[in-house]
């Protein structure tokens, strides 16, 4: 060791990059060739490395990078160094377990996408790191980082997560297929995506244990009600409408459809909300989008029988030639649907029932 020694402080004097490369190597070689190396030992290691380092080439540090990303204790303030080079270096230590929380979030608040999706792709992320991830990372990081089961996210993140998807159907599959993602925000993903991706909730909501689904619910009741917004102005009055037809015994599947058929709107979500047990904004936002298949839940879960499903149908499509053929393939829908698959998605639209609805503007 000693002579080895010799001859790499001999190779210290040498100014040519070819000779201090070999310096480097030797170096490394030594620290990975010793055995547990006490706090002094690994000081100078770093120094001489650090120093070395940080006057070579991309490609020697690359080469570097690799074998400590390997280490189990590499040199501490030369693994930070290297975590903030270029991400050809960078990538092979912010993909090990080299690095602290407080290193990966110097990086993920100080580099860019590159670096964010290097970190977002460790076999474990802190909710503290994916939390500075999801504040930074485009779309693309956070589809990476969403796939990764091993990332840890917090509840806000998640909530961040599905805000960003309601703007890019490129994350909707990511967020769908994450395991840990909370119920509630499952379900109101159910508003943004396509018809498979709608049948995917539907299965996870299908094989809910009960207990999950009313926590779910208390954890979503605050976020629905901070989005949903104002009631329409005519809102009491239908409100006080609906009341004095309840009163009267005259509130029937079949007056929903007179009403509506008479574009007494407010008055028919009233009513529909009332009779399938949903909240108001829930049955407008149906309504307004022409959500065809969760008008079908909600039918379904109320016991609708199939002709006032496509008599509901038929008045909310915008006529056209094609009218009639999509209401028979929406029929068709309504007969599959099991009841009780409706009945379980919809316990996470009724949130609104539980606190009231928000107060119009």
Request: charged share 30%; aromatic share 4%.
């Amino acid at each position: 060791m000693e002579s080895r020694l010799h001859d790499l402080i001999a190779l210290a004097n040498e100014p040519s990059s070819a000779k201090r490369r070999e310096l480097l190597r030797g170096v490394t070689d030594m620290f990975f060739e010793g055995d547990g190396h006490n706090t002094v030992e690994m000081g100078l290691f770093d120094d001489v490395m650090s120093q070395l380092a940080g006057e070579m080439e991309e490609a020697v540090k690359v080469e570097l990078a690799q074998r400590l990303g390997e280490a189990p204790a590499p040199p501490r303030g030369l693994t930070r160094t290297l975590a903030s080079d270029s991400i050809a270096v960078a990538e092979p230590i912010l993909r090990s377990s080299a690095l602290t929380d407080e290193d990966l979030l110097h990086v993920a608040r100080t580099q860019g996408q590159d670096h964010l999706r290097a970190i977002s792709q460790r076999a474990s992320v802190s909710s503290a790191v994916s939390d500075a991830i999801v504040a930074r990372g485009d779309d693309d990081t956070l589809g990476v980082l969403l796939r990764n089961e091993g990332a840890v996210l917090s509840r806000e993140a998640h909530e961040t997560v599905v805000d960003r998807a309601a703007a890019n159907p490129a994350l909707h599959e990511a967020v769908i297929d994450r395991h840990s993602l909370p119920v509630d925000l499952l379900n109101e993903m159910y508003f943004m995506v396509e018809a498979k991706l709608r049948d995917r909730i539907m299965e996870k909501n299908a094989g809910m244990d009960p207990s999950m689904l009313e926590a779910a619910l208390a954890a979503g009741r605050k976020r629905v009600a901070m989005e949903d917004g104002a009631l329409p102005p005519d809102h009491a009055e239908a409100e006080k409408e609906f009341r004095t037809l309840r009163a009267k015994a005259k509130i029937s599947p079949q007056l929903l459809a007179n009403i509506l058929r008479a574009k007494k709107t407010t008055l028919f979500l009233v009513a529909l909300a009332d009779l399938a047990d949903v909240d108001f904004h829930t049955a407008r936002k149906i309504l307004e989008r022409r959500e065809m298949d969760a008008l079908s839940v909600i039918c379904k879960a109320a016991d609708f029988d199939r002709s006032l499903f496509l008599t509901f149908a038929l008045l909310i499509l915008e006529p056209s030639d094609e009218v009639m053929l999509r209401a028979r393939a929406y029929g068709e829908l309504y007969a599959a649907l099991p009841r009780e698959s409706a009945l379980r998605t919809i316990r996470f639209w009724r949130l609104r029932r539980t606190t009231g609805d928000v107060a119009a503007a």
